[in-house]
């Protein structure tokens, strides 16, 4: 079970900083990910990461301005979110897999969070 919290109302051009923990002890994948669902649009994806940390890939509309990254415990996964836009106000999911090879693909990922509220003002 995972949980992702952070998300909120802010300004365009604001920041926010989601998280995501397990609901018990660390966190256990191969890859890890954000996606997000905007209201009569289909999951999107946002953010993965391996399990060391060291590849990384973003969905084109978030590159330069979303960083994913974890701690070094593997006990909180982060999605840190910069210089965001309208069109970013989405539900926001973190997920993790055990897949070795997971690409961008919702369908690739097994465990998912309850989701958490982005709302960007104009």
């Known amino acids: 079970q995972l949980q992702a919290s952070g998300g909120g109302l802010v300004q365009g051009g604001g920041s926010l900083r989601l998280s995501c923990q397990a609901s018990?002890?660390?966190?256990?994948?191969?890859?890890a990910a954000w996606f997000r669902q905007a209201p009569g649009k289909e999951r999107e994806f946002v953010a993965s990461?391996?399990?060391?940390?060291?590849?990384?890939d973003y969905g084109n509309s978030v590159k330069g301005r979303f960083t994913i990254s974890r701690d070094q415990a593997k006990t909180m996964e982060y999605l840190q979110m910069d210089n965001l836009k309208p069109e970013d106000t989405a539900v926001y999911y973190c997920?993790?897999?055990?897949?070795?090879?997971?690409?961008?693909?919702?369908?690739?990922?097994?465990?998912w969070g309850q989701g958490t509220q982005v709302t960007v003002s104009s």
């Open positions: 018990e002890g660390t966190l256990d994948y191969v890859g």
């Open positions: 997920a993790t897999t055990q897949r070795l090879r997971y690409g961008t693909s919702p369908t690739a990922f097994t465990s």
């Open positions: 990461m391996n399990w060391r940390g060291s590849t990384k």
